[in-house]
């Protein structure tokens, strides 16, 4: 496996995602590994700092990030407050600078190498990767996230968001658990330099199994870190784009991301989700088949834009699908950020509001 920067070459295929626990971690709960991290020693505890590198198409103005940076970023590895990378043997491998080219930009990420289930949103994963290149190139094809207000539900590492923030006016980062969300504000610390000059970025925790809307407490010492405030709430209903990525893995977690869903799109201006997800198959012995149930479970919450129209047309309003779905070819998608190879299991959707308006 070969070390480049600190990250290990992507792997072909992809193997399991089950992985050792760090030595001394908690050994009755299962950890699991990204195929994004395979090859790197999973019995490294603590957040890393890895550079994930993407091309910027050569009509791209990039000078005035050229001039954040003064031509040079640096490519590292941190654990515990110590910067390395290792080469295929494991050894060391001194830290070195690299001139940012004019056709790149690197962010740089903290995230775990493994994580317990509960904790997934401390790695990056290919789908949240794949929609990186679905914003990168709506964002350098078009003006369509221009100035606008978007929330990233499930943010984990916060990467997309990250991104966003070039273009739109204001960003919110939600996720829950005081972890997730603090190795999300690093992130977001990290890779200011990047923003819009006039861009708002707010990490918010946001509950999708609790009551809605979010509960606003004004008073900052009474206020949790990462709580609302009202002005806040407002301008999250204001927002017309939602982005998510890899939010579908365990089914009462996604009849909760369709509730919040379905109260966020029913406030506000109209509002579009783009969704990354990867089918994940296990063999179950109810079905003695292999499946994919969370992707089951997920388009069932969906009637397909265009095709499954007339299968609904008898039905009253309150049996059809809350939502219109139309899954986008990523294969038309140039792959902008390089550290990961997509597989055939990665899919984006374009999610819409099914209920129609009176």
Not at 39 to 62: A, R
Request: glycine share 6%.
């Amino acid at each position: 496996m070969e070390y480049k920067d600190g990250l290990p070459s992507p792997p072909l295929p992809p193997s399991p995602e089950i992985a050792t626990p760090p030595e001394g971690g908690d050994v009755e709960e299962d950890h699991v590994m990204s195929e994004v991290h395979l090859g790197c020693p999973p019995n490294f505890s603590g957040p890393h700092i890895s550079p994930f590198t993407f091309s910027l198409p050569p009509t791209l103005e990039v000078e005035p990030l050229e001039s954040r940076y003064n031509g040079v970023v640096r490519h590292e590895v941190t654990s515990k407050d110590q910067s390395f990378s290792l080469d295929e043997d494991g050894d060391l491998v001194l830290s070195r600078r690299i001139k940012q080219s004019k056709d790149t930009c690197v962010l740089s990420i903290q995230h775990n190498i493994t994580s317990s289930i509960p904790g997934v949103g401390l790695q990056v994963w290919r789908a949240e990767l794949i929609l990186a290149d679905f914003v990168l190139h709506k964002m350098f094809t078009s003006s369509e996230f221009d100035g606008i207000v978007a929330i990233e539900l499930g943010a984990g590492t916060g990467l997309v968001g990250i991104l966003l923030a070039r273009a739109a006016k204001t960003i919110f980062l939600t996720d829950y658990g005081d972890e997730v969300l603090d190795n999300c504000a690093k992130n977001v610390h990290l890779n200011s330099g990047i923003f819009h000059c006039k861009a708002s970025v707010y990490v918010r925790e946001l509950d999708w199994k609790s009551t809605w809307p979010p509960k606003v407490v004004e008073n900052y010492l009474s206020r949790r870190r990462y709580g609302w405030t009202s002005s806040e709430v407002e301008e999250l209903q204001r927002a017309t784009l939602i982005v998510a990525a890899d939010v579908i893995y365990s089914d009462d977690l996604t009849d909760a991301f369709f509730s919040t869903l379905e109260r966020l799109m029913s406030q506000g201006p109209e509002k579009v989700l783009y969704l990354a997800l990867e089918k994940r198959y296990n063999f179950t012995l109810d079905d003695l088949n292999v499946v994919a149930n969370g992707y089951s479970l997920f388009r069932s919450y969906l009637r397909v834009d265009g095709v499954d129209d007339a299968e609904y047309d008898g039905l009253e309003s309150g049996s059809r699908p809350c939502f219109v779905g139309k899954r986008i070819d990523h294969t038309q998608i140039p792959q902008y950020v390089r550290e990961y190879v997509r597989g055939n299991d990665v899919e984006i959707w374009q999610i819409k509001s099914g209920k129609r308006k009176p």
